[in-house]
């Protein structure tokens, strides 16, 4: 007689089997993601936004903090919609008012308004 448990096993192993996706490739298609933002936010942008302020180019500033906001916000989203737990709700919350904020301060300086 089968094993009920033994039976559903085997149709797991033999569904991942034949499942194109690939875990290795997808974890370091995530170390990659995490490198390259790294290297955005922290290496690129944060220097890039210093620069802008001392320079007096504040709209490229808040432009520059708009970007950086939403992306922030996708990132607590996602580990919010994941974890469930509130600071991460908090953090996403603050991060998209941040990011229309910036936008919204951005619109109104070049535009003169």
Not at 40 to 61: D, H, R, S, W, Y
Not at 67 to 72: E, K, L, R, T, V
Not at 80 to 109: D, G, Q, S
């Amino acid at each position: 007689m089968n094993n009920p448990m033994e039976n559903k096993k085997e149709e797991l192993l033999e569904r991942s089997r034949k499942s194109s996706n690939d875990e290795g490739m997808e974890n370091a298609e995530r170390q990659g993601s995490k490198l390259g933002e790294f290297i955005a936010v922290e290496i690129i942008g944060l220097p890039l936004l210093i620069f802008c302020f001392f320079t007096g180019q504040i709209n490229t500033a808040l432009a520059l903090l708009s970007i950086a906001s939403a992306f922030s916000f996708g990132q607590t989203l996602k580990s919010y919609r994941f974890t469930k737990e509130w600071p991460y709700l908090v953090c996403t919350i603050f991060e998209a008012i941040f990011a229309v904020v910036f936008l919204i301060l951005f619109v109104v300086r070049v535009m003169g308004w």
